[in-house]
């Protein structure tokens, strides 16, 4: 895993940082697929490093919201994390 840039707009690298944030902190509470990777990440990496890597993905997903129109879905996971 790479690090975060400093390129682009530091507000909005900063309010996906906390948004992030918000994310790994909650996402044991939930079973959808984004969270259920998030978790496994957080086990693996430690949580910075899941900081960073969630931003970088929730920046993805938006990018292909906004391309095509269309609200967020969450996907379910039939996986259970212990």
């Not at 959808?32 to 993905?57: I, P, Q, S």
Request: overall charge positive.
């Amino acid at each position: 895993m790479g690090c975060i840039t400093k390129r682009g707009d530091r507000y909005l690298r900063k309010q996906l940082i906390h948004g992030a944030r918000t994310v790994v902190s909650h996402a044991h509470k939930k079973q959808d697929a984004l969270n259920v990777w998030v978790t496994a990440l957080k086990e693996r990496r430690g949580f910075n490093k899941t900081v960073v890597a969630t931003a970088h993905k929730l920046a993805r997903i938006m990018w292909v919201l906004l391309k095509n129109q269309t609200p967020y879905q969450a996907k379910t996971c039939l996986a259970e994390v212990d």
